[in-house]
């Protein structure tokens, strides 16, 4: 089945830098990668996805990677604020899944510190 | 768009007790939704697929009759946690795909804490 690796488990960064948060995964057939941010006590928020006929994709402060090739996507978050703290998930698609059940990375725990 | 509510937001309950936790795609229809479990610092943990009209689809070691999911609308899902112990303590979170979307994408609801005493 996919596996899921994401990398750092934490990243402490200061305001206005950037943060790079990386997974791979291991199924080839995967074609949905999502980005979720949670903040503490609450449910996860969904911040930007990529499908895999696409190589990258931006949302103001926030870009997400995809290499197909190599089985790794990527979010980058510029200039960071504050508000940035929180845990980030990546996540892929299950291929062999018809309900589009999705498989999550362990999480990074994004610290900004002003 | 796409809000996903759950309640209650928290609930303590005594060992031995059920309790119900509600599920509603807000502003479109939801053919499947998901019910996850989260422990502290931790990933999200998939228990079943709901599907409407339908019955659940459970992960492999998640007791369905444990943890009893009814899909009955194409807004609502609920999951029971009957006779719940201290072990089933966690944050339960639910999310919700738009009917007729791409199948894929979720929207999470905000979680349901849960403490059993």
């Known amino acids: 089945g996919e596996n899921v690796e994401q990398h750092p488990s934490t990243l402490s960064v200061q305001e206005g830098d950037s943060a790079v948060i990386k997974c791979t995964y291991s199924d080839s057939a995967s074609n949905y990668f999502p980005w979720y941010k949670q903040e503490l006590g609450k449910g996860p928020q969904l911040i930007i996805d990529?499908?895999?006929?696409?190589g990258e994709k931006k949302d103001q402060r926030i870009a997400v990677t995809l290499n197909k090739t190599a089985k790794h996507f990527s979010l980058h978050i510029t200039e960071t604020q504050p508000e940035d703290s929180a845990v980030y998930f990546c996540?892929?698609?299950?291929?062999?899944?018809?309900?589009?059940?999705?498989?999550f990375g362990a999480g990074t725990q994004v610290v900004v510190t002003p | 768009g796409a809000v996903v509510s759950q309640h209650p937001s928290r609930v303590i309950c005594k060992s031995g007790t059920s309790v119900k936790i509600e599920c509603r795609s807000l502003d479109f229809q939801a053919t499947t939704m998901f019910w996850y479990r989260q422990f502290p610092k931790q990933s999200l943990m998939l228990m079943a697929t709901?599907?409407?009209?339908?019955?659940?689809?459970?992960e492999q070691g998640v007791e369905k009759d444990k943890f009893l999911i009814n899909h009955a609308s194409l807004t609502l899902s609920t999951l029971t946690v009957t006779s719940a112990h201290p072990e089933d303590s966690s944050f339960y979170i639910c999310s919700a795909q738009p009917s007729g979307s791409r199948q894929e994408t979720q929207y999470f609801g905000p979680g349901t804490r849960l403490l059993v005493l």
């Open positions: 990529i499908r895999s006929n696409v």
């Open positions: 709901s599907n409407e009209g339908s019955k659940a689809t459970y």
């Open positions: 996540a892929a698609s299950i291929p062999t899944d018809s309900w589009g059940k999705l498989q």
